[in-house]
T-cell receptor, first 113, second 112 residues
């Protein structure tokens, strides 16, 4: 099946620092989604991207749909303790695939107090 | 409030017993999904349903069964045939207008 490579797998950052993570695929994707999962909870949708080159912000979060349609990145500016959690990318590899999504392995974000 | 509910939050069962996890949504979504998440891992698709009375196997369907008798409900049964059932189970739904899936709070199943 389709594979999404998400990196880094985990990261420690200092409060106030900016964070960047990305997802790459060997195949073209039509949709990129970014989710955040708190411990013991379900993932919450942060940002949805539908067009190549699209740059979308949600508060301190910014995500971009790569021009090649094979990658996406998520930036978090001025991190705070509540940013702790696991961030997942997800993509839909082709049109009308029954809304099936392929998920990355997640980036675990830990903030130093 | 619109959303997806899963119950119970925590479930304990003895090995060899079947157990059914509940998933209900009031978002009027046609499609519903079940995922399994193991510690430190991503999400793996168990089953999905795009319409009432129809469902398809995902990547790891062995040892699981589902039904979709109502649009709002998509229960998952973990059978005794599932060799390693202890995991966090997530239900999701999506509408026809987009690819965005919305998740429930999850059920943590522990088989003793």
């Amino acid at each position: 099946g389709q594979q999404l490579n998400q990196s880094p797998q985990s990261m420690f950052i200092q409060e106030g620092e900016d964070v960047s993570m990305n997802c790459t695929s060997s195949s073209i994707f039509n949709t990129w989604l970014w989710y955040k999962q708190d411990p013991g909870e379900g993932p919450v949708l942060l940002i949805a991207l539908y067009k190549a080159g699209e740059l979308t912000s949600n508060g301190r979060l910014t995500a971009q749909f790569g021009i090649t349609r094979k990658d996406s990145f998520l930036n978090i500016s001025a991190s705070i303790p509540s940013d702790v959690g696991i961030y997942f990318c997800a993509g839909q590899p082709r049109i009308n695939a029954g809304n099936m999504l392929t998920f990355g392995g997640g980036t675990r974000l830990m903030v130093k107090p | 409030d619109g959303g997806i509910t899963q119950s119970p939050k925590y479930l304990f069962r003895k090995e060899g017993q079947n157990v059914t996890l509940s998933c209900e949504q009031n978002l009027n979504h046609d499609a519903m999904y079940w995922y399994r998440q193991d510690p430190g891992q991503g999400l793996r698709l168990i089953y999905y349903s795009q319409i009432v009375n129809d469902f398809q196997k995902g990547d790891i369907a062995e040892g699981y069964s589902v039904s979709r008798e109502k649009k709002e409900s998509f229960p998952l049964t973990v059978t005794s045939a599932q060799k390693n059932p202890t995991a966090f189970y997530l239900c999701a739904s999506s509408g026809t207008s987009g690819n965005e899936q919305f998740f429930g709070p999850g059920t943590r199943l522990t088989v003793l």
